[in-house]
Every structure is written in C-alpha cells, then in structure tokens.
C-alpha cells in the first residue's frame, strides 16, 4: 500500500522539543520533495518546511527559522522534522506530503499530490 505515515506528535510544553517522523511506505523517496505542513483549528494549511530527497535542499518558513530542523533519510524511507522551542503558536495537526523536486512554490500545499494522515502537536503548559 502507498501511503505516508507521520508519528511522534504529542503533548509537549512550551520550549520543549518534539521530533516528527514520515514514512514513506510503498515506495522508495527517490526523486522527491517532502513538506511539512500545519493546520491549526480554524486556520489554513500552511508551509513550515521541505527537503529534496536527491540534494538535500531545504528551507523553512520564516516562523520556525531557528528552530525546526527537516532531514531526511533515504534508505529508511523516512523525513523527520526536529521541532525545538516549541511555543503554543505551533500547535496544529502537522502532516508531510510529496511532490517533484522540481520548480517552485515550496510551500503551496496545492503543488503536493500526496498526503499522510497527520499527526497532533499541541504545546501548552
């Protein structure tokens, strides 16, 4: 089955740290892009980061700068984002996602044709 599968959300306090995983199942990461993406309740779906499966480029959306890291490992088929100093504002349902490697438009979810499932991070004291 092809499918992504993100873990290790959870219930953190605020400058705490948490690492998010996605797996990809059913097939190899290849020649990709992952994003990490955010939803928070009554919000839109926003970037927060990518990488590229090939080179390893990355990037992050200015409000995590410093303090979320993406990586990525592709013999274990996974993409992880390390989330440190945590602040309440980064509670949300985070999902990954894949696309080409190529272009533009890193964090337009619209450019993503896969999806996982999700994974809660809520950070409140």
């Known amino acids: 089955q092809v499918q992504l599968v993100e873990s290790g959300g959870g219930l953190v306090q605020p400058g705490g740290s948490l690492r998010l995983s996605c797996v990809a199942s059913?097939?190899?990461?290849?020649?990709?892009?992952i994003g990490w993406f955010r939803q928070a309740p009554g919000k839109e779906r926003e970037g927060v980061a990518y990488i590229t499966t090939n080179t390893g480029r990355s990037d992050y959306a200015e409000f995590v700068k410093g303090r979320f890291t993406i990586s990525r490992d592709n013999a274990a088929s996974t993409v992880y984002l390390q989330m440190n100093n945590l602040k309440p504002e980064d509670t949300a349902v985070y999902y990954c996602?894949?696309?080409?490697?190529?272009?533009?438009?890193?964090?337009?979810?619209?450019?993503?044709?896969?999806w996982g499932q999700g994974t809660q991070v809520t950070v409140s004291s």
């Open positions: 059913g097939f190899g990461l290849g020649y990709l892009a």
């Open positions: 996602a894949t696309r080409h490697p190529y272009g533009s438009n890193w964090f337009d979810a619209e450019t993503y044709t896969r």
